[in-house]
């Protein structure tokens, strides 16, 4: 299987293949609107202004499996997006990113990067350490998403190349973009 084999919904439940972003660099990114991580759609705007014209996607699935941090509507969630962040990426329809329900387009890439491990420069490092080793001693070694805003970036030709947790630096996620660019 590849990226591109993989088909995903439109906000209005359109399928939408992922081969239509060939030639693109991707940041694939599970979103929640009312998670302590949601200012980063600033932050990934910002990223798309930048790079949109020299090839970059960021491809927004709002997810609601971690605290239902993503109530409503995909329509809500949108007019939220785009009337506080002023986002202008694509957005698709809900999904779930863990467990049984969970959309082929996760499993794919989960198969590809595994948990890449939480920044330790980031202020809710530990707290989401804590509370994942709480409920598994063991969850470093599980692919599993951990929470939103998990990013995963990939070359023009769909290959997976790196998983970043909610905790990596914009900046730092911007360095190998600007590379793959």
Known sequence: MHLYDISVNAMDGTPVQ????????LLIVNTATKCGFTPQYDELEALYKTYREQGLEILDFPCNQFKEQAPGSIEEI??????TFGTTFPRFAKLEVNGEGEHPLYTFLKSQKGFAGFDPRHEKSA???ERMRKADPNFEADPS???NFTKFLTDRKGTILARFEPTTAIGD?????KFLL
């Open 145 to 147: 998403i951990k929470w």
């Open 127 to 129: 707290s989401l350490t």
């Open 18 to 25: 992922l081969s239509s972003y060939k030639g693109k660099v």
């Open 78 to 83: 949108n007019q939220f997006c785009t009337r």
């Open 173 to 177: 996620i911007e360095k190998q973009i």
